[in-house]
C-alpha cells in the first residue's frame, strides 16, 4: 500500500538547457551521414535499409545533443527534419563534386539532380522514373525523421525522469491514478515543499514521461494504490 509522503526530497539543481548543442549534434550527425553513406552506397543502395540507417544514426546523434545541453523538453519535428534534409542535400553534393561530364567539366548541380532523378535505382537494380525519384527522396527523409524522432523523444523522457527525484514522480503518479487534476496535484506538491512552478512543471513532464516510457522510476512499476 502506497503512504503518502509528508514531505519530499529537494528538487535538483539543474543547469540551464542548451538547445544548441542539440543543433550542434544534429549538424554533425548530418556530415557524418552524409559522407558515411556516400561511400557505403558506393557498394549498393537500398531505399528502406539507408533510411533506417541515416534515422538511426540522426536520432543517436542527437540524442547525444539533448543529454549533453541537458534539453529536456520537446524537440521540434522541424529541426528533425531539417536536419535529415541536410543530410541528404550533403550526400548529393559529394556525388556532384565527385562526378565529370564527357568533356571533362562537371555538369551544372541542377542538371545533376535531373540526371539523377532519372537514373537513380532504389533496390536490385529497379528505377522507378525521373517523376517518382522526387517523391521517393521526400519518402526518404520523412522516414529517417521518423525514426530519429523517437530516439529523440526516448532520450527526452528519460531525461525529464532523471531531473526529478524519484519519490515525487511516484506522488504525482500516485495522484494522477487517484483521478487529481493538475490544480490539484499542484497544491499537493506546494503543500511538500515543491512551490516554484518550474519545478512543478518538472514533476508533472516527470510523470508524463513515466507513463509515455510505460514505466515508472527505480523501483520499475507503479506505486500500489
Do not use: C
Not at 520537446?74 to 550533403?90: G, N
Not at 532519372?118 to 522507378?128: I, K, S, V
Not at 495522484?175 to 490544480?183: I, P
Not at 516510457?213 to 494504490?225: D, G, M, N, V, W
Amino acid at each position: 500500500m502506497y503512504e503518502e509522503p509528508n514531505r519530499l526530497p529537494e528538487p535538483f539543481d539543474l543547469p540551464s538547457p542548451n538547445v544548441m548543442a542539440v543543433y550542434g549534434f544534429g549538424l554533425l550527425a548530418a556530415l557524418i551521414l552524409g559522407f558515411g553513406l556516400y561511400l557505403v552506397a558506393k557498394l549498393g543502395y537500398v531505399l528502406v535499409l539507408y533510411a533506417i540507417l541515416v534515422g538511426v544514426g540522426l536520432g543517436h546523434f542527437m540524442a547525444l545533443g539533448v543529454r549533453w545541453g541537458q534539453y529536456p523538453l520537446d524537440v521540434k519535428r522541424p529541426v528533425i527534419l531539417s536536419a535529415t534534409a541536410l543530410y541528404l542535400v550533403f550526400n548529393v553534393l559529394l556525388y556532384w563534386s565527385s562526378i565529370e561530364g564527357v568533356s571533362g567539366t562537371r555538369p551544372s548541380f541542377f542538371g545533376f539532380l535531373a540526371y539523377r532523378a532519372a537514373q537513380q535505382t532504389l533496390a536490385f537494380g529497379f528505377n522507378p522514373g525521373a517523376l517518382v525519384n522526387p517523391i521517393v527522396w521526400l519518402l526518404e527523409i520523412a522516414l529517417s525523421s521518423y525514426v530519429a524522432l523517437r530516439i529523440v523523444n526516448k532520450t527526452i523522457a528519460r531525461l525529464k525522469l532523471e531531473s526529478v527525484p524519484t519519490p515525487v514522480t511516484e506522488f504525482v503518479l500516485y495522484l494522477l491514478f487517484q483521478g487529481h487534476g493538475t490544480t490539484e496535484i499542484q497544491a499537493e506538491l506546494a503543500n511538500r515543499g515543491w512551490t516554484r512552478p518550474v519545478d512543478i512543471v518538472r514533476a508533472l513532464d516527470a510523470a508524463e514521461a513515466a507513463v509515455a516510457l510505460i514505466r515508472t522510476p527505480e523501483p520499475s512499476k507503479p506505486p500500489e494504490l
